[in-house]
C-alpha cells in the first residue's frame, strides 16, 4: 500500500470466465518446476508450499539470488514494504523471522540476507543450485506435434545432462543475463565482440573501484543502471565521465524529481541533472552507437545517427547500460505466443507498454495475461515483460499468487488480481532525505554517494518514457 499523501493507489482488475475455457491443469503426479530462484521464484515456491504442491526450484547460480548478488551493492528505489511477498512473509513470520523497516531502502545484499537466504532454506533440498536449464520440451513431442501434447510432462534439460520431468513450469529465470546490445539499432555494434565492455551497475566505489578511478568512463544509456552508475562515477576524483544516450535530451532518465512517487528514483534524476548541468559528466545526446575499436589502450566508440553522420569518443572504459531483454531460446519447443514488439505475451504487452506507462501505473495482472499457447508454462517476473523496464517485485509476486492459485485449481482466486503501488508523479515524502542522513544518498548505490548534497533542479513531471524500474 502507497503511505504517499494522496492515499494508495488500488488497481484491481475483474473477470468474467467460463469454467469450461479454464485451461487443463498439472500433472499432479509430478512436481511444478520453478526456474530461478530470485525474489519471484522464491516467491512462487512460498506460494505453492502454502497450496501443499510439490515443486523443485532450478537456480543456475552457485547461490540462490545469483543474479541479486551481482548488483548487491545497489539499493532498491522501493522499501522493503513493497518487496517482500505475502506468502513468503507468513512463512518466515511462522518460522521465527521478524520483517526489516517497512519503510527501509534495502540494498541487493540486505535482500539476500535479510530475505532471501533465510526464505530458501525454509524449502530445503527442494532448492537446487548449480541447476541451469538449457532446454525445455514436452516428452515424446516436439513444437508440432499436437494429439495428447496437453497431457505429456514437461521436459527439462540441464547443462550438466541431467533431465527432470514436471507437471508444469513457472519461470523466473530473469533477463539480467541476456543484456540488450550496445548498438543502438538493437544490433551489436561492429566490434562490439572484440572489444571489452562492462556489464551494467559495476561496483564503482567498492570492489571495482580500481578500474575506473582516474579513468575516462563512457556510459551508453537512458535508464535507471545508466544513472546509479554515473552518480557513483562523479564520487570519483579526477575521474572524466562521457554519457551518451540516443535522445535529443535526458529529460526521460531525470524523470519526475520531486514528484516521484518513489524519492529514491526522484532523487536519482535530480541529482543526476545537476552534475551534467555544472558540466561534472558530459553529456552527448542523439549518439547512436555504431562501431567499437581498440585505440592504444583505450576504446573508440563511434556513432553514425539516422542520416549516416558520424561522430566518435575515445574513452578508457565503457559500461553498456542499455537493458535488458528475455531469452526465450530454452523454450524453443514450446508453444508460446509472443508480443512481436516487446516479447511478452500478447495479453500482457498492453498492459506494460514503456510508451504508455510508467512502474506505478501497470495494472494488476496474474493467470491469464501470462499463459502461452502451451498450457503449464509461465513466464513470471521481469522475464515476463520482455523488453519492457517497467517492472516492480511487488507486481511480480502478484503474477505468482496468481499462477499458483490456478495450478491448485483456484481459479476465483487466480482471476481476483489486486496490486497497490505507488504510482510515480503523484507525491513526495521525506523517506529519502530520512535515509540520507542514516546512511546516506538513495540514489542506488549501498553506502551513500555524497557527502552534501547538490543543489536541486526543477524537473518536469515524468513522461511516459520514464526508465526502467529496480525493486
Known sequence: MSDSCCGPTTIAIEKSFDSQRDLPGPRHDLPIVVIGAGPVGLAAAAHLTERGIDFVVLEAGERVAASVARWRHVRLFSPWKYDIDAAARR??????????????????????????????????????????????SRLGYDRVRTAGRDQAPFLIRLADGGELRAGAIIDASGTYATPNAL?????????????????????????????????????????????????????????????????????????GGEADALPARGALGTRLRAHVESGRITLLTGFFTHRVDAAGQGVEVVSRDPSGHERSVTVDRVVSATGYRPDHSIASELRLDLDPVLGSTRALAPLIDPNQHSCGTVPAHGVDELAHSEPGYYAVGVKSYGRAPTFLMATGYEQVRSVVAALA?????????????????????SLAEAQEQRVGLATGISGGLLSAPLPLATVGAASAESGGCCG
Do not use: K, M
Open 409 to 429: 485449481g483456484d481459479w476465483e482466486a487466480a482471476r481476483d488480481v489486486r496490486l497497490d503501488l505507488p504510482e510515480t508523479g503523484v507525491c513526495s515524502s
Open 91 to 136: 512463512l518466515l513470520e511462522a518460522d521465527g523471522w521478524s520483517a526489516p523497516d517497512p519503510d527501509w531502502l534495502p540494498t541487493g545484499a540486505d535482500i539476500i540476507s535479510g530475505y532471501l537466504a533465510p526464505l530458501a532454506e525454509l524449502f530445503g533440498d527442494r532448492v537446487r543450485t548449480n541447476a541451469r536449464v538449457t532446454a525445455i
Open 183 to 255: 548498438g543502438a539499432s538493437g544490433l551489436p555494434a561492429h566490434g562490439e565482440g572484440e572489444v571489452f565492455a562492462d556489464h551494467a551497475l559495476p561496483d564503482v566505489l567498492g570492489a571495482d573501484r580500481e578500474r575506473y578511478q582516474g579513468r575516462h568512463t563512457l556510459v551508453v544509456g537512458a535508464g535507471h543502471s545508466a544513472a546509479t552508475t554515473l552518480l557513483a562515477l562523479a564520487e570519483l576524483p579526477d575521474t572524466p565521465i562521457t554519457w551518451a544516450i540516443r535522445g535529443g535530451s535526458a529529460s526521460r532518465t531525470y524523470g
